[in-house]
């Protein structure tokens, strides 16, 4: 039967990485989808940007909406102090599933918290499931017309506090045109663009940094 392509991205991973080695992983990804297959990770330059966002928040709580493969999920776990925690939503079980092995060969398995369901679903139940009071950093990159509704729901859940960040992708490739327009709009944040390229092409995109003021 045909292999999928987060199957042939793994098998990329566990040929050219050096378990353990997360920097090894992010590389052996990027050369798969500049080599290989094009695949939608945040890619290198952006993720020299969230890395550098990652680097200067330091967060103990971090949010991400939409594993898919996992090579965020692996930028950003390697930045983080001990005991800082990383929860990451991914609602499609194949993906989950091969992000859980990225997640593993890079051997960050104690600094991440996958869990297989809708953000919909588990925003409302970070508080009671995970003693998380609020994130330092939420990485938003999963269905772009989903960004605002969640991002409505993590302040009614009281999930942001006065310095909160909010990392979004693709804000101009797809595209977030609602969630955009909310964050610049919006006094209670405090928005920057991040000019980039969408992964691994020549196309415009960039990440949206929003500081919550609450
Ligand atoms: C809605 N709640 C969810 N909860 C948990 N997991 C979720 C949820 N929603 C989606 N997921 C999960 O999050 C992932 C979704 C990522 C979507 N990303 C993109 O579409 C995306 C697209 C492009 C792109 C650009 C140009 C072009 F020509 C073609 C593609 C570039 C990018 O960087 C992207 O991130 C995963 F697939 C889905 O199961
Ligand atoms: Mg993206």
Redesign the pocket.
């Known amino acids: 039967t045909q292999s999928t392509r987060p199957q042939r991205l793994l098998g990329a991973v566990q040929k050219n990485a050096t378990r353990g080695d997360p920097r090894s992983v992010v590389q052996a990804i990027d050369q798969f989808c500049r080599q290989k297959e094009w695949a939608?990770n945040?890619g290198d330059e952006k993720g020299c940007i969230l890395d550098s966002v990652v680097s200067e928040v330091n967060p103990a709580t971090v949010l991400e909406?939409?594993t898919?493969c996992g090579y965020s999920t692996v930028r950003i776990a390697s930045l983080l102090p001990p005991h800082a925690k990383l929860i990451t939503?991914?609602?499609?079980p194949d993906?989950a599933a091969i992000a859980r092995q990225v997640i593993a060969w890079a051997g960050l398995e104690d600094k991440v918290h996958l869990i297989e369901g809708?953000?919909?679903d588990w925003i409302p139940k970070m508080t009671e499931q995970f003693g998380v009071k609020t994130f330092d950093l939420v990485f938003l990159?999963?269905?772009?017309d989903?960004y605002l509704p969640d991002t409505m729901l993590m302040e009614e859940c009281g999930l942001l506090r006065k310095g909160s960040i909010l990392l979004a992708?693709?804000v101009i490739?797809?595209g977030t045109p609602d969630y955009l327009e909310y964050v610049r709009s919006s006094p209670r944040y405090e928005s920057q663009y991040f000019k980039s390229h969408?992964?691994y092409t020549k196309v415009e995109d960039g990440l949206e940094k929003s500081v919550f003021l609450g």
């Open positions: 939608m945040v909406l939409g898919y939503l991914e609602f499609n993906f809708a953000s919909g990159d999963h269905w772009k989903r992708d693709n490739c797809p969408l992964e």
